[in-house]
């Protein structure tokens, strides 16, 4: 009930304590009273309460993250578990966006540096902004986190992407097995250059696997930026030029192997591919759901428990406890059958009419 002040000098009522503290008003009502007459708060008009005492430790810090872009629904899934775990824990968040371009990233590290932050999570896209964004935080004295996208003298957190990688081509080499008799001819790696290599081993691990059970099958590798339209318009491309092969898919994340689905729908050729997705957002968990699909799964990495462990991460970096270069989320293959299981929260009655905009 104490740590819910900041400090010495703040003022809260009765509802704000309830609020950051997640304890029911009478029970706050009771408590605070009790703290008043002990001499730990006081009373300082009709409706506010200060701290009496001063806590040793008890000094809020201000953490600072930089979300991806508020359009994606992996990056929004992040920062509502990050905001979540900065209320649940007293901690002041101070939140900028950099709207998937590096040049916003830049200027959003600049605005963080500027509001004095403690310390830094940094969620952007681009790896060749990334020594430049963490040497604007060495400078200053910041500690870094570095989500998905590694960054010089940061510590990572993301997923162990070349062994998510394997996963997925594990789950293709099952179902070709069982529904093509092993005999697929094409893979099809849907990758995101601009990300740099850390995230292409999510497609190297996808294709070691497939080619320990399928050597001969052959690879087309294209960069769709991880977006469903490019990756849409790219897939729909490459299928007027090439033949008609059973096709196995992977992509970097869900939203570039949805666009590669609707690519194969339209052409008639749904029936000629499998796909595993990356991510489990939203929309690739709907698309599980749709009866004949060819999205066989979608490997979950829960971005909704990332804050807190982010949090975590900050906090024993600013009490420099050790902490390792690298912290890994855990991940899951969700299939038809478990997304109702892992996510019964979700809404099932959608319309399936994809519509390309």
């Known amino acids: 009930m104490l740590k819910a002040f900041a400090d010495e000098e703040e003022r809260l009522t009765l509802a704000e304590i309830s609020a950051r503290t997640k304890v029911e008003k009478t029970i706050v009502f009771r408590l605070v009273h009790t703290l008043e007459e002990e001499g730990l708060l006081r009373k300082v008009d009709a409706r506010h309460f200060c701290l009496n005492v001063r806590l040793m430790g008890g000094k809020r810090f201000r953490l600072g993250y930089a979300a991806q872009s508020s359009d994606s629904p992996f990056s929004a899934a992040v920062s509502d578990s990050l905001r979540r775990a900065a ?13 998937y371009s590096a040049m916003a990233a830049l200027k959003a590290a600049e ?6 932050v403690n310390i830094a999570i940094e969620f952007q896209t ?7 964004i963490s040497a604007l935080f060495q400078t ?6 570095a989500v998905e996208i590694p960054h010089p003298g940061a510590t990572f957190y993301g997923v162990d992407n070349y062994n998510v990688g394997r996963l997925a081509g594990q789950s293709l080499v099952r179902w070709a097995k069982k529904n093509w008799q092993g005999k697929a001819e094409q893979l099809l790696l849907l990758g995101l250059e601009i990300a740099g290599p850390l995230p292409q081993l999510r497609l190297s691990g996808a294709e070691a696997a497939i080619r320990e059970a399928l050597p001969a099958i052959s690879r087309v590798c294209l960069d769709t930026r991880g977006e469903f339209h490019r990756s849409f ?3 729909r491309k490459h299928l007027r030029l090439r033949p008609v092969l059973k096709t196995l898919i992977v992509g970097v994340n869900d939203p570039a192997v949805l666009g590669a689905l609707r690519a194969f729908e339209e052409a008639g050729r749904s029936e000629l591919c499998a796909v595993v997705g990356l991510g489990a957002i939203p929309d690739a968990r709907m698309e599980l759901r749709r ?3 060819r999205l066989i799964g979608s490997i979950a990495f829960f971005p909704e428990h990332y804050g807190e462990d982010l949090l975590r991460l900050a906090i024993d970096l600013l009490h420099k406890k050790h902490v390792p270069p690298a912290a890994y989320a855990r991940h899951q293959m969700v299939t038809p059958q478990l997304a109702n299981q892992l996510y019964p929260m979700d809404k099932c009655d959608v319309n399936w009419d994809y519509k390309i905009r």
């Open 233 to 235: 318009e790219t897939i």
């Open 140 to 145: 200053a004295g910041i500690p870094l986190i």
């Open 111 to 116: 605005r963080l540096i500027a509001e004095r």
């Open 291 to 293: 009866p004949g699909s």
């Open 87 to 99: 209320e649940k824990n007293n901690v002041d968040l101070i939140q900028v966006d950099n709207h």
């Open 126 to 132: 681009y790896a060749k902004v990334a020594p430049l």
